[in-house]
């Protein structure tokens, strides 16, 4: 079931709410004020528009690359920088041996 959020034009309240989608949307504040004895704000409630809830993904499986441990992430930088530093002088060496000689 979906979560709605509510907010209060009263009090201000914002209030999240559980309910199936042919459920009837809240009218009143169910907020007790502060100091009234659990008195009810009973304001008029707007439905928001929310954002929804986050999404990941864990464990094995297709996103595996995407939650890698630190240990791989320092062996992938490491491996990374030196296949660009070691990279650039083999491209040297190739470029000078493809020169015939003159």
Do not use: N
Not at 23 to 34: A, G, N
């Amino acid at each position: 079931m979906p979560t709605y959020e509510y907010e209060c034009a009263k009090c201000g309240a914002v209030v999240e709410v559980v309910q199936r989608i042919s459920d009837p949307p809240l009218e009143e504040c169910p907020k007790e004020l502060p100091g009234e004895g659990g008195q009810r704000c009973g304001g008029r409630l707007k439905r928001r528009i929310s954002g929804g809830a986050g999404l990941i993904f864990k464990g094995s499986g297709f996103y595996l690359t995407d939650y890698r441990s630190e240990s791989y992430k320092k062996a992938a930088k490491a491996e990374k920088e030196s296949s660009s530093a070691g990279g650039s002088t083999a491209a040297k060496k190739s470029a000078s041996e493809a020169k015939p000689a003159a």
